[in-house]
């Protein structure tokens, strides 16, 4: 899709409720990719005195085989698994933290436009309240839900029906912009109408190839006239 065109079959008119994925959507994957690829390796092999390579070779496959679990996003597991202070490694590294382009600019035009906006993350609610202090973004949402609050991620269905008890939207009316296909197929699966995937998530990384949903490369393609 190039930058002037328009997602066919979104509708302003037809939603109330825009569902916002935080990292890889509205903020740069990059910070993301970045510690758990390389921040965490490296400080891995400094306390175990390993090489970097045996460092990520003991990592990765541990991180890859939690994939689309809670625990995959949770620090706490980490933190013991690995012995490392995952929190404080993104402390650390909170300079990184940045607000992809657009984005601040999409969740004015949402307020703008009286839509309801519900940031709806896998983070755990530390690297939440980080990248929130760390960005100010908080301050345009309705509701801000962590899906540790529900102990289900947003690749299982639970998480979408806990969600619809807490916030008490319709699916029917609602949109989610979210980098993660597994995240957008269960929502889907649970009824929300229109979904969209990221382009770009990481922006130093090879663009997502595409599945079966509609990327957006810019918000400003769906800052539309409604
Ligand atoms: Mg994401």
Not at 43 to 70: Q, S
Not at 100 to 113: I, S
Not at 148 to 159: L, S
Not at 188 to 214: M, Q, W, Y
Request: charged share 25%; net charge neutral; aromatic share 10%.
């Amino acid at each position: 899709m190039n930058n002037e065109q328009v997602p066919s079959g979104l509708r302003w008119q037809a939603i109330d409720t825009v569902l916002l994925d935080m990292d890889g959507t509205l903020l740069d994957l990059h910070f993301d990719s970045h510690l758990w690829k390389d921040c965490l390796p490296r400080r891995y092999a400094e306390r175990h005195n390993i090489p970097f390579n045996a460092a990520e070779a003991h990592i990765t496959p541990r991180i890859k085989a939690r994939e689309g679990t809670l625990k995959w996003y949770c620090l706490d597991h980490w933190t013991q698994e690995f012995g490392i202070d995952i929190s404080g490694l993104e402390h650390e590294h909170r300079e990184r933290i940045t607000v992809r382009p657009q984005a601040r600019e999409f969740l004015c035009w949402l307020k703008t436009h009286g839509k309801r906006t519900v940031l709806a993350t896998n983070a755990h609610r530390r690297s939440l309240d980080l990248k929130l202090r760390q960005t100010g973004i908080g301050v345009y949402f309705d509701e801000i839900v962590s899906a540790h609050d529900f102990g289900a991620p947003k690749e299982e269905v639970e998480f979408w029906r806990r969600l619809q008890a807490r916030c008490d939207f319709q699916p029917a009316r609602s949109l989610l912009v979210d980098d993660n296909p597994r995240v957008l197929r269960a929502a889907r699966n649970f009824g929300v109408a229109f979904v969209l995937g990221v382009h770009l998530p990481d922006s130093r990384a090879p663009a997502r190839p595409a599945t079966e949903f509609i990327h957006v490369e810019a918000f400003s393609q769906i800052m539309t006239t409604l």
